[in-house]
């Protein structure tokens, strides 16, 4: 069992940056894939970034690529989504999660892979 909580949402305009943490319990985070979603008002929940255990492999979401960067501080228990360039568009509620299966390389981004879900923090960018 593990829980994650996020923070550093907030409101910003296009083209600044915010930094988003993912703060999990539990002792085996290490052996979690991760994963940030996003789901904006009437639209379905939308991989935007993950990453492998050791966090030496990540993944994006088509629209997101180039301008956020995810990683993770094990010893930390904590993953992060760094976002830059940010855009009207990217206004949502971001949610963190956990997957508690697979093995060191391996990266999901449906949302019915992930096992664990945080209660999201709301970014919103005005243009």
């Known amino acids: 069992q593990v829980q994650l909580v996020e923070s550093g949402g907030g409101s910003v305009q296009a083209g600044g940056s915010l930094r988003l943490s993912c703060a999990a319990s539990?002792?085996?985070?290490?052996?979690?894939?991760m994963g940030w979603f996003r789901q904006a008002p009437g639209k379905e929940r939308e991989f935007v970034a993950g990453i492998s255990w050791s966090g030496g492999d990540t993944y994006y979401g088509d629209s997101v690529k180039g301008r956020f960067t995810m990683s993770r501080d094990n010893a930390k228990n904590t993953a992060y989504l760094q976002m830059n360039s940010l855009k009207p568009e990217d206004t949502a509620v971001y949610f963190c999660?956990?997957?508690?299966?697979?093995?060191?390389?391996?990266?999901?981004?449906?949302?019915?892979?992930?096992?664990?879900w945080g209660q999201g923090t709301r970014v919103t960018v005005s243009s």
């Open positions: 999660a956990a997957a508690a299966w697979g093995d060191s390389g391996s990266i999901y981004y449906a949302v019915q892979d992930y096992d664990y």
């Open positions: 539990g002792q085996t985070f290490s052996s979690y894939a």
